[in-house]
């Protein structure tokens, strides 16, 4: 008798394909899961900076966008940077409001952090506003990282 | 820097632009260090070499300018 054969009668050949179906489904079943996983992962990294990769278990890079993310928004509020308002009536300050609103819960801090307001009549007021707008478009990289990474196209 | 930072705010004394500028190019070389290598010790070098260069770029564009200053 062959070893080899399985007791219900199916041959191996038989048996591997139902292994690769078994493994297609459970594969098909991951990526609809992470579809459905990503956005949230990207709203969680968009309002705290570094907390999708957090979700997604990447120390690191959590650490160093929080870190990064904050310490120039921080800075650009402590400088007196303009906090560009979506009420904006012309098409620049509408792209400086869109700058600014990437760094998430900085954004909706920066009355906290500059309770005199914006400042830009000196140079360091203007340093500034390029730091709170630099922090939102570092923000809304690490979102789209952690983006691809929840859906597992990015794998470092 | 914090404290000249801290200043500025208050109204005191002027953060330099070179110190602005040294505080911008460390924070995006982190966050582009961190974006783009995966060990630590590859984004410590990176960022390293990224800060260095966003430095060099500056000082040399700043006296590039220097004719047209005045």
């Known amino acids: ?156 | 820097m914090w404290a000249e930072i801290a200043s500025a705010r208050n109204g005191g004394s002027q953060i330099s632009h070179l110190a602005a500028m040294c505080l911008f190019a460390l924070l995006i070389s982190i966050a582009i260090a961190g974006l783009t290598k995966r060990t630590a010790l590859e984004r410590v070098k990176y960022a390293a070499s990224c800060f260095l260069k966003f430095l060099a770029a500056a000082i040399a564009i700043g006296w590039l300018m220097y004719p047209f200053s005045r």
Do not use: C, K
Not at chain 1, 23 to 49: H, K, L, N, Y
Not at chain 1, 100 to 115: K, N, V
């Open chain 1, 1 to 156: 008798m062959n070893n080899d054969q399985p007791i219900d009668g199916t041959s191996p050949s038989d048996a591997l394909t139902h292994e690769s179906a078994v493994d297609d489904s459970s594969a098909t079943e991951r990526a609809t899961r992470r579809d459905v996983v990503a956005p949230f992962i990207a709203v969680a990294a968009w309002i705290v900076p570094g907390l999708g990769h957090l979700a997604l278990r990447r120390w690191g890079r959590a650490l160093i966008f929080f870190l990064a993310v904050g310490g120039l928004a921080i800075a650009g509020y402590l400088l007196r940077g303009n906090v560009f308002s979506p009420r904006a009536g012309d098409p620049f300050a509408m792209l400086g409001f869109f700058a600014d609103f990437g760094s998430g819960i900085f954004y909706f801090l920066s009355r906290f952090f500059e309770s005199a307001g914006p400042d830009v009549s000196r140079a360091a007021g203007d340093y500034g506003t390029r730091f709170i707008a630099a922090a939102g478009i570092v923000n809304l990289l690490s979102v789209f990282d952690a983006y691809e990474i929840a859906l597992g196209r990015r794998t470092m």
